[in-house]
């Protein structure tokens, strides 16, 4: 098992790391839309949900990975009446390249934000 570490996107708030990998795939902790300088995006879910894809893909990254190697994605909101606008977010970064996903509304997300994603993805070797 291979621990993931970048600069590039949020440090872990408790004791996780950002992400593993094991046997080739590489799992991700769950991505909130904090800056790599730990600050809290502005604004709604459009600007929350581009800033969790910025993060995912600088964990993919160091892991050796792209969104094009996702194989699963977990989505997790606050509110699911934002479903329609999250998916059309989510569909620029998934186009042609459609993972499987879940997506399921909870009752409270780390520092009361509104979406969180996490992925797991094929490393290249």
Do not use: W
Request: glycine fraction near 6%.
């Amino acid at each position: 098992m291979r621990t993931i570490y970048t600069k590039e996107a949020p440090e872990a708030i408790g004791p996780y790391s950002q992400g593993v990998i094991v046997n080739n795939l590489f799992y991700s902790s769950g991505q909130i839309p904090l800056t790599k300088d730990m600050e809290l995006v502005e604004g709604g879910v459009v600007e929350q949900t581009h800033q969790v894809f910025q993060n995912v893909k600088a964990v993919l990254k160091e892991a050796g990975s792209s969104l094009e190697d996702v194989v699963k994605v977990t989505v997790f909101i606050k509110n699911m009446d934002e479903f329609p606008t999250i998916n059309e977010v989510y569909g620029e970064y998934f186009s042609d390249h459609q993972p499987a996903r879940s997506c399921v509304e909870v009752a409270r997300l780390p520092k009361d934000v509104l979406i969180e994603i996490e992925v797991i993805a094929l490393v290249k070797e």
